[in-house]
């Protein structure tokens, strides 16, 4: 799955253990723009040293889902997280139809 936007914030990587993680805040594009914190692990954090706060981008993702059940109430929560593998900067489609002329502009 692909996302769209910019850039709001990139964190410092984290370590717990063996396991590491980045997180970076994008603001969707569109109408009704999002605002989602996006976790790239191990290897992948350093994907994210070549861009900054407002750079517009795209990337690639997975949506991991866990489900938890606390050991002494027997509690059951559910989490997800979006996982970032791949980022790229943002390039803007232009369509045939963007290309051509506007019929109005025309002179005849």
């Known amino acids: 799955m692909k996302l769209q936007g910019s850039i709001v914030e990139i964190n410092e990587t984290e370590t717990r253990g063996t396991f590491s993680f980045r997180n ?7 109408d009704y723009p999002q605002f989602l914190t ?4 191990k290897d992948k954090c350093n994907l994210l040293d070549n861009y ?8 690639e993702i997975n949506l991991i889902g866990k489900k938890w059940e606390n050991p002494k109430s027997k509690e059951i929560k559910y989490f997800n997280t979006i996982v970032a593998w ?4 943002y390039v803007e489609e232009v369509t045939a139809e963007d290309q ?4 109005d ?3 005849f």
């Open 86 to 89: 791949k980022i790229g900067s």
């Open 52 to 59: 900054q706060a407002n750079d517009k981008v795209d990337v």
């Open 38 to 41: 996006l976790q790239f692990r």
């Open 24 to 30: 970076l805040v994008l603001k969707t594009f569109g």
């Open 100 to 103: 051509s002329p506007d019929r």
């Open 105 to 107: 502009d025309l002179p």
